[in-house]
């Protein structure tokens, strides 16, 4: 593995970010800090957002970029559009 690669590993494996990462739900300020997180790592990653429908609950996936070919997808359902924590 790369340098960087390493380093993507062992951010995505840090106490914090693996609290926000074995949640099935999430809230607005939780996104944020974990927003934050990968922001200030400098790691590669994107957001998608599916609302709720009367037949499915919201869902958020932030897909990581380890390598150009390697990604890791964490998908957030019912997703709490509140700021409490």
């Keep these: 593995m790369s340098n960087i690669t390493n380093e993507i590993m062992s951010f995505l494996s ?21 927003t ?3 922001l200030q790592n400098r790691v590669a990653f994107d957001t998608k957002y599916t609302p709720a429908t009367g037949r499915n609950d ?14 890791m997808d964490f998908s957030f359902t019912g997703l709490e559009l509140t700021d409490a924590q």
């Design 14 to 34: 840090a106490g914090i970010l693996r609290s926000y990462i074995t949640r099935d739900k999430l809230n607005i300020a939780q996104y944020g800090a974990l």
């Design 58 to 71: 919201a869902e958020l996936t932030v897909t990581v970029y380890i390598t150009p070919r390697i990604t």
């Design 36 to 38: 934050t997180l990968l």
